[in-house]
């Protein structure tokens, strides 16, 4: 097929009319579609059912019973279970909740109003306080920093993680940069892994930046969601952290949130027992002890059996983004009007349109029945500078309404581009 820029018109016309053709057929089936939702799907849940047979003894391993309060930080076992997902020893994690993203707003809140280091610093002294936002990235981390009254600032997602040159000059620059947002394995977009140059200098970044009071927030959530093994190695970054000396400027996150149950799952927070003890702090004012019961659930179903749950995941998931991957190959391959990622793992592909379409592609598709996730969402305050990024989340959708949704988008992209041309031929 010719690239859709070196249609002649006739040859324009005509692909807009058979695909605005196979929309209208689509439409007619009166579907409704929903690609926006990066939750696991039913099928995936059942996996864990297991999970909620009877325990035969509430006792933890340090002889905790787990019906009762106390053991704040968690028990032995669930937090055994977070460092393996972080690559840290298990006296490192606070296990806590089920949800790693109220963790992340705990951590930081309490750099904001109480400080992390058991000493004067806090957020709060600072006239102005900013975090770098990789770009795209994951909405929820803007909506943490929104509510806490934080700036963002904008650094560039490359395939080898954030552009660290960038991150660096910005943090040695300016006191009021204290932290950065990671999603270091198959990053929310993009997909991505950190290479092991990226980990590197972000273990070292806390100690080249202008403020004494530097956080890496490194969102771990799909630490253990390959889609082939063995997995994909990503480094230690606490190990490099402690080499450096800037192991008191990580907080390290994960959850099981995808693994077992979503919002029944587990929250984890690693990091150094100054960021732990900060943390209790902040807790204890709130809670006397976690849901221990299911830390047992989870760390007798878990352990040792991550690798082989995380692959009857895989074998669900990796049909879904097969099948992405044909569809937009098949619909748009050619046509040299979009880029998209191929993730080995993770939870999303992000699709690159051209400049100034994706609002208008979201609003094509809501017209034609199919919810995406709104352009912009990947970015501080929805503001896509380019207008060009969705996000695609397929795994909640059973394959045929994958199908029939993904088969929607590729028209509606196809139809943008179309008209986005004609404007630009005839201004
Ligand atoms: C990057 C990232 N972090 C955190 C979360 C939410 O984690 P949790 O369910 O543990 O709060 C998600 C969910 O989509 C995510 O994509």
Same mark, same amino acid.
């Given at each position: 097929?010719?690239?859709?820029? $070196?249609?002649?018109?006739?040859?324009?016309?005509?692909?807009?009319?058979?695909?605005? %053709?196979?929309?209208?057929?689509?439409?007619?089936?009166?579907? %409704?579609?929903?690609?926006?939702?990066?939750?696991?799907?039913?099928?995936?849940?059942?996996?864990?059912?297991?999970?909620?047979?009877?325990?035969?003894?509430?006792?933890?391993?340090?002889?905790?019973?787990?019906?009762?309060?106390?053991?704040?930080? &968690?028990?032995?076992?669930?937090? =055994?279970?977070?460092?393996?997902?972080? /690559?840290?020893?298990?006296?490192?994690?606070?296990? !806590?909740?089920?949800?790693?993203?109220?963790?992340?707003?705990?951590?930081?809140?309490?750099?904001?109003?109480?400080?992390?280091?058991?000493?004067?610093?806090?957020?709060?002294? =600072?006239?102005?306080?900013?975090?770098?936002?990789? +770009?795209?990235?994951?909405?929820?981390?803007?909506?943490?920093?929104?509510?806490?009254?934080?700036?963002?600032?904008?650094?560039?997602?490359?395939?080898? /993680?954030?552009?660290?040159?960038?991150?660096?000059?910005?943090?040695? $620059?300016?006191?009021?940069?204290?932290?950065?947002?990671? +999603?270091?394995?198959?990053?929310?977009?993009?997909?991505?892994?950190?290479?092991?140059?990226?980990? *590197?200098?972000?273990? #070292?970044?806390?100690?080249?930046?202008? *403020?004494?009071? !530097?956080?890496?927030?490194?969102?771990?959530?799909? *630490?253990?969601?390959?889609?082939?093994?063995?997995?994909?190695?990503?480094?230690?970054?606490?190990?490099?952290?402690?080499? *450096?000396?800037?192991? $008191?400027?990580?907080?390290?996150? =994960?959850?099981?949130? #995808?693994?077992?149950?979503?919002?029944?799952?587990?929250?984890?927070?690693?990091?150094?027992?100054?960021?732990?003890?900060?943390?209790?702090?902040?807790?204890? +004012?709130?809670?006397?002890?976690?849901?221990?019961?299911?830390?047992?659930?989870?760390?007798?179903?878990?352990?040792?059996?991550?690798?082989?749950?995380?692959?009857?995941?895989?074998?669900?998931?990796?049909? #879904?983004?097969?099948?992405? $991957?044909? +569809?937009?190959?098949?619909?748009?391959?050619?046509?040299?009007?979009?880029?998209?990622?191929?993730?080995?793992?993770?939870?999303?592909?992000?699709?690159?349109?051209?400049?100034?379409? =994706?609002?208008?592609?979201?609003?094509?598709?809501?017209?034609? &029945?199919?919810?995406?996730?709104?352009?912009?969402?990947? !970015?501080?305050?929805?503001?896509?500078?380019?207008?060009?990024?969705?996000?695609?989340?397929?795994?909640?959708?059973?394959?045929?309404?994958?199908?029939?949704?993904?088969?929607?988008?590729?028209?509606?992209? #196809?139809?943008?581009?179309?008209?986005?041309?004609?404007?630009?031929?005839?201004?």
């Amino acid at each position: 097929m010719t690239k859709l820029r $070196e249609m002649r018109p006739d040859q324009l016309d005509g692909l807009e009319q058979a695909t605005q %053709s196979t929309l209208d057929s689509l439409c007619a089936e009166k579907l %409704s579609l929903d690609l926006s939702r990066g939750k696991p799907g039913p099928e995936q849940l059942d996996l864990s059912a297991a999970m909620d047979a009877p325990l035969d003894s509430y006792l933890a391993a340090d002889g905790t019973d787990t019906r009762n309060y106390g053991a704040l930080r &968690g028990i032995p076992e669930a937090r =055994a279970l977070g460092g393996e997902l972080l /690559g840290v020893a298990a006296q490192q994690v606070f296990a !806590f909740g089920a949800s790693s993203l109220f963790l992340m707003h705990l951590v930081a809140a309490t750099a904001l109003r109480r400080g992390l280091w058991g000493d004067g610093r806090r957020w709060r002294n =600072a006239e102005r306080v900013r975090l770098l936002t990789p +770009v795209p990235g994951y909405d929820r981390h803007f909506t943490i920093c929104e509510s806490l009254g934080l700036d963002m600032v904008n650094i560039a997602m490359l395939d080898s /993680g954030p552009d660290m040159a960038q991150a660096t000059a910005l943090a040695a $620059e300016d006191s009021t940069v204290k932290g950065i947002w990671c +999603v270091p394995k198959y990053a929310n977009p993009s997909g991505c892994i950190y290479t092991d140059e990226t980990v *590197a200098a972000m273990a #070292k970044l806390p100690q080249q930046a202008a *403020a004494d009071d !530097f956080v890496v927030f490194w969102d771990n959530a799909y *630490a253990a969601h390959d889609f082939e093994f063995p997995r994909a190695p990503l480094a230690n970054l606490y190990e490099l952290a402690l080499a *450096a000396g800037s192991e $008191e400027h990580l907080a390290m996150f =994960a959850s099981t949130s #995808k693994m077992t149950y979503a919002s029944a799952g587990l929250g984890f927070c690693a990091g150094s027992d100054t960021l732990l003890t900060a943390l209790e702090q902040s807790l204890s +004012v709130m809670c006397i002890g976690p849901d221990k019961v299911s830390q047992l659930r989870h760390a007798r179903f878990l352990s040792g059996r991550i690798e082989v749950h995380m692959a009857q995941h895989a074998a669900l998931l990796r049909p #879904k983004f097969a099948l992405v $991957e044909n +569809v937009l190959q098949e619909e748009l391959g050619a046509l040299g009007i979009a880029s998209w990622t191929q993730p080995k793992g993770g939870y999303f592909v992000s699709l690159t349109t051209p400049p100034g379409t =994706a609002r208008h592609i979201v609003q094509l598709a809501a017209d034609a &029945g199919l919810i995406l996730t709104p352009a912009g969402a990947a !970015f501080p305050y929805g503001k896509d500078p380019n207008d060009d990024h969705i996000r695609i989340a397929p795994s909640f959708a059973p394959l045929p309404e994958l199908e029939a949704a993904m088969q929607v988008l590729a028209q509606c992209v #196809k139809l943008a581009a179309i008209k986005q041309l004609r404007a630009i031929d005839e201004p």
